[in-house]
């Protein structure tokens, strides 16, 4: 998650900036308010600040006089310094606290006196808001009726523009008007959501099933296939990812789990031409590739190593003589279930005493069994796995904004693509509905409705990553 701290001088319009940010759904932690809640009556913090400032700086009802007091503050820097000794530690410890329970690409960290304190360790990049000086002793003035002589005081008691602007990753100039504002914050919102992506290298494909042990992504990957090809070998992926995950649970589920998946592999890979498929685009990879040897600036020994892969592979494809699937068919266990799969329950006890008695053998017998029968696919499954990690690794990810949640895009001619991969922050309300030919990408972002018999197009503008692969 990256961590954005936005700092600015007062009445410069942090609150406001962060306001438009929040629009997108950014969580924003607010130093400011922790201050007032952490001096509400009855808080510890509001009894340090009596017993060091005396119980005149608190409003009849007991709670504290916050202008008497910022007054007071702001004409002695020594005193301004007590408070801050009281108060600082306290907004620190309560906002690194909120930040542990954040789930998002990024958040932003209000925190007016982040330069002056000296940066945060977990502050990724400073965002500072800039202002007229002019402008800035205007809306002092005009925020509490403060007399210029104390609007003035409080501003020169900060530190100097200039030092601010020094420790500044990116800069919001706030000199103008609200429309301008809130363009400056979109496109910084673009550049944090597609830092946020790029910041890490945790993407999962939505089509393969993830281990229960394994860290969640922060970003899901959406893929799009350009061709029939392409189309059977993710399929293929898919079943076999989910075969694997229930080969090796020891639950009577996790076996049936695995023999659906299998037949449905199996159904697949009946296809005459499959094999002959996935050779001919094993071989049309390894002639384009081959074409890159001794080519400046590619990593030969890279290079070396997936053409040799790509060859071991082909042998393999090649020494197999059998059709896919043929060891299957002698297998009375695996095509009785297969046949009453077809009915709705099938393979309940009643129906079929032999599963219900196989299924509650020991564990290993099930998982030799099991074993032998996704054997034969093995050298197909690899296959395919090297085609699809060669064209996902054709190209790298591009950040793109999609306004209004519509992108499009005329595709090169010249480059024969294969797939379309969307890489989305999980955490945004929506998911990518993609649509591709020879020429031109669409992609609408569809907001997601519980519920609802139709998602409508989102109106917000989308923050993403785009990968054309093909080669």
């Known amino acids: 998650m990256l961590i954005i701290g936005l700092t600015g001088g007062i009445g410069s319009g942090k609150s406001t900036v962060a306001g438009i940010f929040a629009e997108y759904d950014v969580p924003i932690i607010d130093a400011d308010l922790i201050a007032r809640e952490l001096v509400e009556p009855g808080q510890p913090a509001l009894a340090q600040i009596t017993n060091q400032f005396g119980m005149e700086i608190l409003n009849a009802d007991g709670s504290l006089n916050r202008q008497k ?39 932003i960290l209000v925190i007016p006196l982040l330069v002056e304190n000296g940066r945060w360790e977990v502050i990724d990049r400073v965002l500072v808001v800039n202002i007229d000086p002019d402008l800035q002793l205007q809306r002092v003035m005009q925020r509490d009726n403060t007399p210029i002589q104390e609007a003035q005081a409080a501003i020169n008691a900060q530190i100097n523009p200039k030092d601010r602007l020094s420790a500044a990753d990116d800069i919001i100039d706030n000199s103008d008007d609200i429309a301008t504002l809130r363009k400056q914050v979109k ?140 060891h299957l068919k002698s297998e009375m266990l695996f095509n009785n279930i297969r046949q009453r799969l077809t009915i709705p329950g099938g393979t309940c006890d009643f129906d079929l005493p032999v599963y219900h008695h196989w299924l509650n053998l020991p564990h290993a017998e099930h998982l030799e069994t099991l074993a032998s029968w996704l054997r034969p696919f093995e050298p197909l499954s690899e296959a395919i796995a090297s085609c699809l990690d060669t064209i996902r690794n054709s190209t790298d990810p591009k950040p793109q904004a999609a306004d209004s949640g519509y992108y499009e895009q005329a595709l090169d001619q010249n480059i024969e693509i ?54």
């Open 418 to 471: 294969h797939l379309i991969r969307v890489l989305l922050d999980k955490h945004l309300n929506c998911y990518p509905t993609i649509s591709a030919g020879k020429h031109r990408l669409n992609i609408r972002f569809m907001e997601w409705l519980p519920g609802e018999a139709r998602s409508p197009q989102t109106s917000a503008d989308v923050a993403f990553s785009l990968m054309i692969c093909g080669f």
């Open 187 to 326: 496109a910084l919102h673009m550049k944090y959501a597609n830092a946020a992506i790029d910041n890490t290298n945790a993407v999962v494909n939505v089509t393969t099933a993830i281990p229960h042990s394994e860290p969640k992504p922060s970003r899901l990957v959406y893929e799009q296939p350009l061709n029939e090809r392409i189309r059977t070998f993710l399929r293929l992926e898919h079943l076999f990812n989910r075969a694997r995950h229930h080969l090796h649970n020891a639950t009577e589920h996790d076996a049936h789990s695995f023999i659906c998946a299998l037949i449905d592999i199996n159904n697949l890979t009946m296809r005459g031409d499959l094999k002959s498929e996935i050779i001919k685009e094993l071989e049309r990879q390894h002639a384009a590739l081959k074409r890159h040897l001794h080519t400046e600036g590619v990593d030969q020994t890279k290079l070396e190593a997936l053409l040799q892969t790509q060859i071991n592979l082909l042998d393999k494809l090649h020494a197999s003589q059998e059709q896919l699937g043929q």
């Open 69 to 107: 007091l910022r007054k007071q503050v702001f004409a002695d820097s020594a005193q301004r310094k007590q408070l801050e000794a009281i108060l600082h530690p306290l907004i620190r410890q309560e906002m690194l606290a909120r930040l542990e329970s954040v789930s998002a690409a990024y958040v």
